[in-house]
């Protein structure tokens, strides 16, 4: 599938805003999920298939043309009426594929993607939601706490760079929104840990979403399962970036450290 861009917006220093119309986007069909994601297919210059294609076609047809980097983003927001995709990218200057492409995104520009898929929605039954993370999950955490209920109770805690890495959340009674700040040392591998095991948990059971770079989320899970009782059903964890790799370098790598994860939790239960 492909969308048009029609606006960009910069959101904060380190995060671009894509809305996206046209393109085919009007078979677009949404899953029930607020970690909704699209599997994005950037085609690299000098390429020579057209800049709308298929990315399992490109891969049979042009073996010797560079194939197309591919990564996920979250969808923020979808609008079927007017059949309107946004995706917020995080980007970090020149690095990396999607954020450079966010960055100089102009209205007219094509973006490829599969999908949407996703597996996370506030369940109505919790007692209450536990949502952690850094701006890579911000998207499916604000989805997520749109979708709440007035009644229900939520507790997020966000690791960002600073005050204006903060983007706008929903506010009001039941719901605790806490940001971490990285002050640029070792110690911020620790925040949001730290952080978890400081809280004092409301009353209940609460649900877990818990997403971002995949130490800290590791680190995050193990509290969650040893220390706060939880289990993996009550989690939706998921490692989208290490800070000691690239992207192609982590795509390599991490089913291997999911596996390496669930493994160690196995042995420790």
Not at 11 to 37: N, S
Request: with cysteine; proline share 9%; net charge negative.
């Amino acid at each position: 599938m492909h969308g048009v861009v029609t606006t960009t917006e910069q959101l904060t220093p380190g995060m671009v805003r894509i809305v996206l119309g046209g393109g085919d986007l009007d078979r677009l069909v949404m899953p029930e999920a607020t970690d909704a994601y699209l599997n994005a297919a950037f085609r690299p210059a000098g390429a020579s298939y057209d800049e709308v294609f298929d990315p399992q076609t490109v891969r049979e047809s042009h073996p010797q043309d560079p194939q197309p980097a591919r990564r996920r983003y979250t969808v923020r927001a979808w609008d079927p009426v007017a059949c309107l995709l946004t995706v917020d990218f995080v980007v970090h200057g020149d690095s990396g594929v999607a954020g450079p492409w966010a960055t100089a995104a102009r209205p007219g520009d094509v973006f490829v993607f599969t999908g949407p898929s996703g597996a996370y929605r506030p369940r109505p039954e919790t007692d209450w939601h536990l949502l952690l993370g850094d701006e890579s999950a911000l998207p499916a955490i604000a989805a997520s706490l749109e979708s709440l209920p007035p009644e229900a109770r939520a507790v997020v805690r966000v690791v960002c760079d600073g005050p204006d890495h903060e983007v706008p959340l929903p506010d009001r009674p039941g719901i605790d929104v806490g940001w971490l700040h990285r002050s640029g040392g070792p110690e911020d591998a620790d925040l949001l840990a730290d952080a978890v095991r400081g809280l004092d948990f409301l009353p209940g059971r609460p649900f877990g979403f818990v997403h971002g770079e995949a130490d800290e989320i590791r680190a995050v899970r193990h509290h969650l399962l040893h220390d706060r009782g939880l289990t993996r059903a009550d989690l939706s964890c998921s490692p989208y970036w290490r800070r000691t790799m690239t992207d192609e370098e982590w795509r390599r790598v991490k089913r291997d450290f999911v596996a390496a994860m669930e493994a160690e939790e196995s042995q420790g239960s």
